[in-house]
């Protein structure tokens, strides 16, 4: 369903159950930039009104999602951690050229978007299938359907604003550059990494 190219080794989980402190602070910070993004879209975008409708259902939903990792955080006795960079992201970014059209600009962040959903929404299936801790494993199945939402909603806006044919013909090109990051990550406990 999700198109991935690379699944993730299934023994990026190992090192997850080693720390898990660290994986539910990153796990909050990617949900405080999925709330990010929808508000720089909205301010971005603004005359896309179906959009920022979408983004402000969004900015609300992933804000809520934050607070339910932050309150696991504190459930177990840690406090949130600092903020780490996310590589996976940073390389991904870099795929489509900068410049052209607001419209072409607005549809590779939405497909951005999209992909990373996509592999959020992987990672915690994972998560939810072979975690130890049968309370965190259920956390995560819950969190992945929203996921899979997400992607499928900034997809569906990426192919509403320009040509599908176009559209997917850039995310199989996406996905293929996103499955050579993939490969040479997996190895932190990290969401993406």
């Known amino acids: 369903m999700l198109g ?10 190992n090192i997850v159950e080693k720390n898990i402190e660290d994986i539910l602070t990153d796990h909050a910070f990617c949900e405080q930039k999925a ?21 402000v259902a969004l900015v609300k939903e992933e804000i809520s999602h934050f607070k339910m990792v932050h309150d696991k955080i504190i459930e177990r006795g840690w406090t ?4 780490r960079r996310d590589d996976y992201v940073l390389q991904l970014v870099t795929f489509f050229p900068k410049g052209g059209s607001r419209t072409t600009q607005l549809v590779h962040r939405l497909l951005y978007a999209a992909l990373i959903e ?10 939810s299938e072979e975690l130890q801790d049968k309370e965190l494993a259920a956390f995560y199945r819950n969190l992945m359907v929203s ?3 997400h992607y499928s909603m900034f997809l569906g806006f990426a192919r509403k604003y320009r040509n599908k044919k176009e559209v997917d013909t850039k995310w199989q090109q996406l996905l293929e550059y996103e499955s ?9 406990e990290t969401i993406h990494g």
């Open 180 to 188: 050579k990051i993939i490969a040479s990550l997996g190895n932190t």
């Open 118 to 127: 996509a592999r959020s929404c992987e990672r915690f299936r994972l998560l």
């Open 35 to 55: 709330t990010s993004t929808a508000i720089s879209l909205i301010v971005s975008f603004p005359e896309y009104t179906e959009l920022v409708q979408e983004m």
């Open 4 to 13: 991935l190219k690379l699944p993730t080794d299934p023994r990026w989980v």
């Open 147 to 149: 996921e899979a939402n």
């Open 80 to 83: 949130l951690g600092r903020d």
